[in-house]
């Protein structure tokens, strides 16, 4: 989900099978980050092939999590959502750094589930993606014209069909 879709950690924990739409390709979500005293927008992001390759044997039904056993986690904290994800990196041999400042209060390390979502947003950029689709896709904050912007989910999926997969299956043996 961080790079598939460049969902934050707390967002992507968040799903629900009732978010996602296998058949039309699509993932409904309203960013946790958004300010919950304006009125609800979700936003539509289409799924990836490689996304939808996962998800499609794994299918689920209405309010059950994506994701049950980090579904209702908080992103920090002692518990949380980021080092959750950290203790899989160091299970997987993936090292990364603190990279705070020495006086700092809280960690900061150079690599985590954000990293995912800048990879997401920096390879859709290279493979030509054009900027309005990326703040779309991710939901990031833009100017008025927004409102006034409909895209097709079609038009969508064939702007990220160049995104590269990150799975290459084996080739057949003759």
Known sequence: MGYCCGFRIG????????????????????????RRDRKAHKTSTVILPELLEW???RRGVGKAPLFPTLHGKKA?????????FREL????????ADVAPK???????????????HSHISHAANAGVPEEIRREH????????????????EATKLAFAKMPRLLV??????
């Open 11 to 34: 967002d992507a924990a968040s799903l629900l099978w009732s978010d996602v739409d296998l058949d039309r390709e699509v993932i409904n979500l309203r960013p946790g980050k958004e």
């Open 55 to 57: 998800l499609t044997p």
């Open 76 to 84: 920090g904290g002692k518990y949380g959502l980021s080092l959750t």
């Open 89 to 96: 990196m160091g299970k997987a041999k993936i090292t990364f």
């Open 103 to 117: 006086d700092s209060v809280k960690a900061f390390y150079d690599l985590g589930f954000h990293a995912l979502r």
């Open 138 to 153: 991710v939901g990031h904050a833009s100017d008025v014209h927004r409102q006034y912007t409909h895209r097709e989910t």
């Open 169 to 174: 299956k084996p080739a057949a043996s003759a």
